[in-house]
């Protein structure tokens, strides 16, 4: 089988103006200079069908409840002056939440019509519009409670952020559902904010920023949508002035340094990540190298450095920030479900822009892990911090930054993002481009771009085969691309007559090339070989020196008191010398593959001491009782009962 030539280094970039191109949330312009463009996806059964379906059957219809609970909807009718009373919501960015719910109400629409779910969108764009002023500013914060003040509070106000969430609704709305309304009323205000930002000397009132990067990617993205530069125009000028002291020159709201000099991602995780996938969106459209080389080297020091086994993101709790380089504790991991959200955002931006397989590796982790376990399995209970360890004993705070999931939030930031990911999650899984179609993520579907598709079947993430069936197929020559996951060790694959194995199989930093000219009904079968693994960490990442996580496949695991005989966590130590083996407990959790590890519960001798700490330090290894330890993955934690958790396990 030749090779096939880059696809980084692909003559023509692909533009999502290709039949058969998806239309999810990043649909690039026609002059994109993108590696890649998304490809079409239909997730059909499966693992992700069945967190979708709960999303689709549970989470998004308790929506509008929510949102009239918490007084979101209540605001909007106040600023409209149809009601009477007082703002209700803690946070100036409230309407957010409204906005991202109907972003995810709106990619869910566009996959199955649901006439009940349609007609609440309606009203609630109705209630948006209604609350619009008519220069086209919104912000029920700034309008009721600030008597009308605008764009003093940069910093904090969030206003543009809020502008941002209802651009990307308002381009969902009308992807999903070709209506205008939302459109118009995001363009209304988009103009607006155009008309009052710019650069000293252009004539505009302010030379400012949002504290919170949001309106950046949104205004591409209404770019894509409505072919007006001057969006993308605009999204360039905020981006360059982060970093010029506008805000103060803090580091939490990335304005110590400009993104273009910056050596590492730093300050508020969301932000910085938000901030990032907008120059990942302009380096796409204008083809700004500089910009591109910025967020390939802070991907590189994110994932070096800064991101825990899940790919959680944020080491810090009290301003829901990165930490140091190699600070990544546990019991205090932040890992906000929102920056799991916007690492993917950002890497599915980069992995369009390179072609590179290793921005959808940290994607399938993010996805597994830090992100699914952002909400319950029956889709009603949410997480917005994601620690890696629950201790013995832990008195939990409540509230937002609760170990215990919750119904919903003072700042519900986290459940209508996680609504809109897994609503438009299709998006995030192929792409194509002349040479080919590439399969970045494993579902039972059906993956297509242009005239080339293939139908998938998979019991993946539990079994590591995947079969596919060529369906359709232009008469030449193409490549079908495979992602082989970061973490996979040992494959084969077979191709028609032929098979290979990771010795000889023709694959190109991270992608399985397959090329030929194919004919409706070929197949390949890809097994990836999924054994249960033990993962050590950099020695300079203090809070986990001397433990190991388990993990099979892209799942990290972790034990939860529930699952370990005789009571807490803190006194287990794993036997890294024994065997792992796999347990299919169709019983557990909705159906998981668990892993049985060998440990023992550690035998301390109660001195009496009332100081933790011994000189000279203990060197006999510690002796126990034998216990045998079943860990569930990690995405499936706290659906029982409250109780200890650890991902990490101390093998001495
Ligand atoms: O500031 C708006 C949102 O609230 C952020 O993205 C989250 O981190 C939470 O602080
Ligand atoms: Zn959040």
Redesign the pocket.
């Known amino acids: 089988m030749p090779r096939p030539r880059s696809t980084a280094l692909s003559p023509a970039p692909a533009s999502s103006e290709q039949a058969g191109a998806s239309t999810g949330p990043v649909r690039l312009g026609p002059g994109a200079k993108a590696a890649l463009a998304p490809a079409a996806v239909e997730v059909r059964a499966g693992f992700w069908s069945t967190r979708r379906e709960v999303n689709a059957r549970v989470s998004l219809p308790q929506g509008p409840e929510l949102l009239e609970s918490a007084g979101n909807l209540h605001n909007l009718r106040l600023a409209a002056g149809s009601v009477e009373g007082e703002f209700r919501g803690a946070y100036p960015?409230v309407d957010t939440d409204i906005y991202k719910w109907l972003e995810a109400a709106s990619w869910q629409l566009a996959q199955q019509p649901d006439s009940e779910m349609e007609l609440e969108v309606d009203r609630i764009v109705a209630l948006v519009a209604g609350a619009q002023r008519p220069d086209g500013y919104l912000n029920t914060w700034f309008q009721l409670v600030k008597g009308g003040e605008r764009y003093k509070d940069l910093r904090w106000g969030?206003e543009l952020?809020c502008a941002g969430h209802l651009i990307q609704a308002a381009v969902a709305h009308h992807r999903a559902t070709g209506r205008p309304h939302l459109l118009d009323v995001a363009r209304a205000f988009a103009d607006h904010i155009d008309s009052v930002f710019g650069l000293p000397g252009s004539g505009k009132e302010i030379d400012g920023i949002d504290g919170?990067p949001e309106v950046e990617t949104a205004l591409v993205e209404l770019y894509r949508e409505t072919g007006e530069r001057r969006y993308l125009d605009l999204a360039g000028y905020f981006v360059d002035r982060f970093g010029h002291g506008l805000l103060g020159g803090e580091a939490y709201c990335q304005d110590r340094v400009p993104l273009r000099e910056a050596d590492t991602v730093e300050g508020?995780a969301?932000r910085q990540l938000y901030l990032l996938a907008a120059a990942a969106d302009l380096a796409t459209e204008t083809g700004d190298a500089e910009l591109r080389a910025a967020g390939e080297r802070l991907w590189q020091a994110m994932t070096a450095t800064k991101t825990h086994l899940t790919g959680g993101l944020g080491a810090h709790h009290d301003e829901?920030d990165f930490g140091d380089p190699y600070e990544l504790p546990n019991e205090r991991a932040y890992c906000?479900t929102?920056a799991a959200i916007a690492s993917v955002q950002w890497s599915w931006r980069l992995a369009l822009l390179t072609g590179e397989a290793r921005y959808s590796d940290l994607i399938e982790r993010t996805l597994y892990n830090g992100f699914l376990a952002g909400v319950s399995l029956d889709g009603e209970r949410w997480l917005y911090v994601n620690p890696l360890q629950v201790r013995d004993g832990h008195t939990d705070p409540g509230g937002d930054q609760s170990a215990r999931r919750t119904r919903w939030f003072r700042?519900a930031?986290c459940p209508p993002n996680v609504m809109r990911l897994l609503a438009s999650l299709e998006h995030y899984l192929a792409s194509g481009d002349e040479q080919g179609l590439q399969i970045h993520q494993f579902t039972t579907g059906h993956y297509s771009y242009g005239e080339m598709s293939v139908r998938a079947e998979t019991d993946y993430p539990w079994h590591g085969t995947i079969a596919l069936t060529v369906e359709d197929t232009p008469d030449r020559p193409w490549t079908l691309s495979l992602r082989v996951p970061q973490w996979c060790r040992e494959f084969r694959v077979r191709v028609a007559e032929l098979t290979y194995d990771q010795t000889d199989a023709p694959v190109e930093d991270g992608w399985l090339r397959l090329e030929r000219t194919w004919a409706r009904g070929d197949s390949v079968v890809l097994e990836l070989v999924l054994e249960p693994r033990l993962t050590g960490a950099d020695p300079r990442v203090d809070a986990v020196r001397g433990c190991a996580a388990i993990e099979r496949g892209p799942l990290v695991y972790c034990l939860e008191q529930v699952d370990v005989p005789g009571g807490g966590l803190d006194d287990i130590v794993l036997d890294p010398t024994r065997p792992l083996a796999v347990k299919h407990r169709p019983d557990l959790l909705g159906g998981v593959t668990t892993v049985v590890a060998a440990g023992y519960r550690r035998r301390l001798a109660d001195d009496g001491s009332w100081w933790p700490y011994r000189a000279p330090v203990p060197d006999a290894a510690p002796t126990g009782d034998s216990v045998e330890l079943t860990a569930i993955p990690y995405y499936a934690w706290a659906n029982r009962q409250d109780g200890g958790m650890r991902v990490w396990l101390p093998t001495s």
Do not use: A
């Open positions: 960015f969030h952020y919170h508020h969301v829901e906000e929102c700042c930031c």
